[in-house]
């Protein structure tokens, strides 16, 4: 690659970087809100967590190693994807899980938010095509996974429904902690 | 052999509907119908619509379209071809193309009925929807929101807008929305507008994104003065019991103050704070300060508008080596009050002591009997009597044998003259006293 083409990439690269400062300023403040907000009306949701699905609980791990990634473009992708696969799971059959179908649409709207503005905001081409390839994405999706089989086996019932809601009550405070440390 | 890394996306499905100058279009994902899929998150996908006109030279127009759209802003009568792929960013993939489908756009109906100019107006998260009325006749409308999410869902929502609430049978072309509106997400509104039973008209949609389209009002402004320090005292925009606007947007103050003197023109200063309390140090006496504040946000690159102007008079103030003869005279004025007092009472006590218990007035040690006890000597110092002279009279009395020989008298008299520093024994002492006072009174 000769010089100029370098020259090119360069440029592109930082003016992309000054645009989506210009407009994400706002991000790291309203990120820490919506997940402060989502916490908050995950437990309002519904009540407290039924003593005869505990028998039923599973582990399903998340993988921590995501959360240890360097370059701050690249977690800002990677916490699209967590927020993309949270909303997928939430879109689901709730009937069962009988939660209060206000807080749950408040839920869905602010993880939306995120992940338009995390998508506007970010550096697309140059980080996507990085972290489409990165393999922690590989065990990331893995584990979304697990819980959309857990809950397709289950047939969307409550026990189902209460156990995937901690598990991603769980998720969302690593990132919480997480974006925190960023921040710092 | 990593199968996601492989997996290519296959072609979406495509629906479209011609009405009235609009085509609605719905897009149906990939693998829709399939059980076991590669692309399990349909809710990911991307579409991106490209659609001509169909005619000699056909301009391809792209566009990032939801499951369920509507294309506007078309040609009428005319016939309009469209193809769709679904692309996953975060994988780093574009699908393949849908196969093309062609339309043709129906007339618009220009219905007067239909609510248009939908505009957001938005002060400290309080929120109004205005829209202008073509027809001039009443017509009945009904405001309508969707969540943001709910366009991305397969779903076809276009029925499915609740109402809001208060808004649901008005005549008024405005719209008060406050109570549906939270930080977490936007909105979409839109106005149906009918009149009777049969008619009715869906407005465009609008988009509200709460916090960039909200407006900061102006903050509350006091002021307090202090020894030669000037506090600012702000309080929020949206009121101290609202603490929506402080807690979304990290707001800080933005403060200016100067000098009002009706002579010269004074600089104005500025300073920014994040706190609600300022202070401005070392003002000047006798000087009119005045004052106003403005919420930002740096986050959001938004300012709110400035607060009412709020003035205050700071005192006349004294020179220093005045203030310090004042201190210096009244500490004077105190040591004298207090010390004066003390000194003096201290000095009685010293005199007192030194009176009793070490007297200065010594006896001469040549007295005698100095130091004997008290109350010996029967000798009292009299006062010297004045004794004139006198002379004996002769006893006029004559009584047969008790003639008084005098002569000895005068002796007596004479003797009586040293009378106090002789000391006799008590018999003649007796007789002698009895003498005296005899002639004493002849004299």
Known sequence: MNAFGLIQICLILSSSTIISSLQCNHLPLQQSK??????????KMGKKFPQQCLKEKMSFR????????????????????????????????????????????????????????????VIKKYTQHLWSKEVRRLKLKKYFQKIDCFLKDKQHDLCSWEISRAEMRRCLQLIDKMTRKLKN | MVPEHLAQIGPPGLELQSTDGVI??????????????????????????????????????????????????????????????????????????????????????????CATNLSVVALNMKFHLLWNNQEEQEVNYNVQYL??????????????????????????????????????????????????????????????DPL??????????????????????ISPPGGPEDQVMRDNYDLSYRILYWKNSSDKEEEVK????????????????STLYCVKVQAFSEAYNKSGAYSQQECIHTPAGTPLPLIIFGIFMGALLVVLLVATPFVFVLYQAYTKIK???????????????????????????????????????????????NQIDFTDYKHSKHSSRDSGNYSNDNNSSESKGSKETLEKEIV
């Not at chain 2, 943001?148 to 929305?177: A, H, R």
């Not at chain 2, 009299?382 to 004794?387: G, R």
């Open chain 1, 34 to 43: 919506v997940i402060e907000n989502s916490l908050r009306l995950l437990d």
């Open chain 2, 270 to 285: 500025q300073k920014e704070v994040k706190q609600t309390i300022a202070t401005v140090a070392d003002v000047s006496p």
């Open chain 2, 24 to 113: 609605k279009v719905k897009v149906s994902p990939p693998e829709a119908n399939q059980r076991n899929k590669m692309w399990i998150d349909d809710l990911s996908f991307k579409y991106n619509l490209v659609f001509w006109e169909n005619s000699s030279h056909p301009q391809l127009q792209s566009k990032n379209i939801f499951p369920v759209d509507t294309i506007d802003d078309l040609a009428e009568d005319s016939t309009y071809c469209f193809k769709v792929q679904a692309n996953l960013p975060l994988e780093a993939k574009q699908g393949f193309f849908s196969p093309v489908s062609c339309v043709k756009t129906t007339q618009k109906a220009n219905d007067l009925l």
């Open chain 2, 355 to 401: 009176y009793v218990f070490f007297p200065s007035c010594q006896p001469p040690l040549n007295i005698e009997g100095f130091g004997a006890e008290p109350f010996s000597s029967p000798y009292l110092s009299a006062a010297e009597e004045p004794v004139e002279n006198c002379c004996v009279i002769e006893s006029m009395i004559t009584e047969e044998g």
């Open chain 2, 212 to 233: 960039r389209t909200n407006g900061i009002g102006p903050p509350g402004v006091r002021l307090d003065l202090s020894d030669t320090l000037l506090h600012i005292l």
């Open chain 2, 147 to 208: 969540y943001g999410f709910q366009k991305m869902l397969n779903d076809d929502y276009s029925d499915k807008w609740p109402s809001v609430p208060g808004c649901e049978n008005i005549t008024s072309t405005c719209c008060n929305f406050s109570s549906i509106i939270t930080n977490m997400g936007f909105y979409y509104l839109r106005v149906q507008a009918s009149k009777g039973h049969n008619k009715s008209c869906l407005s465009r949609e609008i988009k509200v």
């Open chain 1, 62 to 121: 998340f993988p921590t190693q995501v959360l240890q990634l360097r370059q701050k473009e690249t977690v800002g992708v990677a916490i699209e994807e967590i927020f993309q696969h949270i909303f997928y799971i939430f879109s689901q059959n709730l009937t069962l899980a009988a939660w209060d179908g206000k807080a749950l649409d408040q839920f869905q709207n602010g993880l939306y938010l995120q992940i338009e503005q995390l998508e506007a905001c």
